[in-house]
């Protein structure tokens, strides 16, 4: 019996988390926690919400200088763009993921938002680029167990917990083996 062989019976939908497992070899999702924005027969996206950049995302838009937080690498797909979820109710054309967490929406507005202190820098998170899969590539991907899909994704998680921990966080919110999982040194040869 393979340790590292499950069943994940949890299907990968918007609002959902995708966590690489535990020895993805692809560097850019290296014991990752992405969520999934979009999931459909197009395709899907998502953003990695543990992978900060050394970047604060006033420094790199103009529009924003009044946030100093860190921007985070959304995935290796146009990494010149910029995305960003929030909690921002009122942001006209964002998208809803979850219940109170939106994708996207009127930028014009956002920094307007951002001009005027009606923004807590809490509530939104931007990224530079974005995790894309064509077609039945992320189907494909969780039938050679790449990538775990959990149903735990939460505002908590999303902006407060520490994007070191997140992954490990995510992994033992699924209990079983994945607590396990969680624990398992980055490089077993090192242990």
Do not use: C
Not at 122 to 145: A, C, H, M, R
Not at 162 to 188: C, H, V
């Amino acid at each position: 019996m393979d340790f590292f062989k499950y069943s994940n019976k949890i299907l990968p939908q918007r609002g959902r988390l995708l966590l690489s497992e535990p020895y993805l070899a692809d560097p850019n999702f290296e014991r990752t926690t992405v969520l999934l924005t979009e999931h459909n027969d197009t395709g899907s996206v998502g953003f990695i919400l543990n992978k900060p950049s050394d970047s604060r995302v006033g420094e790199i838009m103009d529009d924003l200088k009044g946030i100093d937080t860190r921007i985070f690498m959304g995935g290796p797909v146009e990494q010149d763009t910029l995305h960003y979820i929030h909690r921002l109710n009122s942001l006209e054309d964002a998208i809803e993921i979850l219940p109170g967490l939106f994708w996207g929406g009127n930028f014009d507005q956002l920094v307007t938002m951002v001009d005027t202190q009606q923004v807590l820098t809490t509530d939104v998170k931007f990224f530079l680029g974005y995790s894309g899969w064509s077609p039945g590539q992320l189907n494909e991907e969780l039938k050679i167990q790449s990538w775990i899909v959990s149903d735990v994704a939460s505002e908590q998680l999303i902006f407060e917990t520490d994007p070191e921990q997140m992954w490990k966080q995510a992994m033992r919110g699924l209990g079983g083996r994945f607590t396990i999982y969680s624990n398992y040194p980055a490089d077993p040869r090192m242990n």
